[in-house]
């Protein structure tokens, strides 16, 4: 039976059989605005405080402050947990990324005892993972097995697939239950920017915001979670002043 790691968010654990599997990796996907921080930084939040696991917020985007400020907007002081040691709170600039960027986290993570991880954001990596991906690290067999003429685009396209994969694998074995946000692409075939975290990850969780008649409105679909049942329908949530509130298709 999978052990679930509940995620503290209302009427969002009851979606997903009681938590997110343990030891998965989940993506919450959305365009901007749609609350995939404040879904990250509440999951990361609930742990340290509800459920006393040690939690670690990494984001690659955003200022720590500008983190603690959100979270301040939906009612979470992340001081009191940061000040016991149970949230940590990491910032890697985009120009600080290098090769070395997962040996670093996977140090903090086992330093730490780390429960419960968070990487915001996925698309920032893709977006610099050509940068600091060395020529040498993509061998021959790879490049012969992708079947096309390596142009630079394609090169580029083929080294941010690869970075991707890889990355995700290694966060899997750090042995936490992760939370990865990602952009999606306003509109095409696939789930992410990316094209190809949706298929690695465990589970997807897919977010949107419509604008109808003057008034606005946010959804969650549990797009994909490995070894749970789902129901396949789109929930309403809201952003409170007390963190997140996921409705039942009934209300």
């Known amino acids: ?6 995620t503290g968010i209302k009427g969002f654990d009851k979606l997903v059989q009681g938590g997110l599997p343990e ?19 509440e999951y990361a939040f609930n742990g340290a405080s509800k459920f006393k696991e040690k939690s670690m917020y990494i984001t690659l985007e ?28 990491m910032h890697v600039p985009i120009h600080e990324l ?3 960027t997962m040996d670093e986290i996977k140090k903090e993570v086992q330093k730490n005892k780390i429960k419960r991880l968070v990487i915001d954001s996925l698309s920032t990596l893709a977006i610099n993972a050509p940068v600091y991906t060395p020529i040498k690290d993509i061998a021959l067999r790879d490049i012969m097995n992708y079947k096309a003429f390596f ?22 074995q750090l042995g936490c239950t992760s939370l990865v946000t990602g952009e999606a692409p306003e509109k095409g075939e696939f789930l992410s920017r990316d094209t190809v975290s949706e298929f690695v990850a465990d589970g997807i969780l897919l ?12 959804s969650l679909l549990v ?3 490995r070894n749970t049942k789902t129901d396949g329908a789109v929930h309403s949530f809201e952003i409170a002043n007390n963190g997140l509130i996921v409705h039942d298709t009934k209300d």
Do not use: C, H
């Open 1 to 6: 039976m999978t052990k679930r790691v509940a």
């Open 23 to 41: 030891r998965s990796v989940t993506i919450v996907i959305g365009t901007p605005g749609t609350g995939k921080t404040l879904f990250a930084l």
């Open 62 to 89: 955003q200022s720590l402050e500008d983190i603690r400020n959100q979270a301040k907007d939906i009612g979470l002081d992340l001081a009191p947990l940061e000040k016991k040691g149970a949230l940590t709170l």
């Open 98 to 100: 290098t090769t070395n």
């Open 151 to 172: 142009s630079p685009p394609v090169l580029g396209d083929f080294v941010v697939k690869r970075f991707i994969y890889n990355f995700l694998y290694d966060l899997k």
């Open 207 to 218: 977010l949107t915001f419509e604008i109808n008649a003057w008034q606005t409105s946010r």
């Open 223 to 225: 797009r994909k979670m």
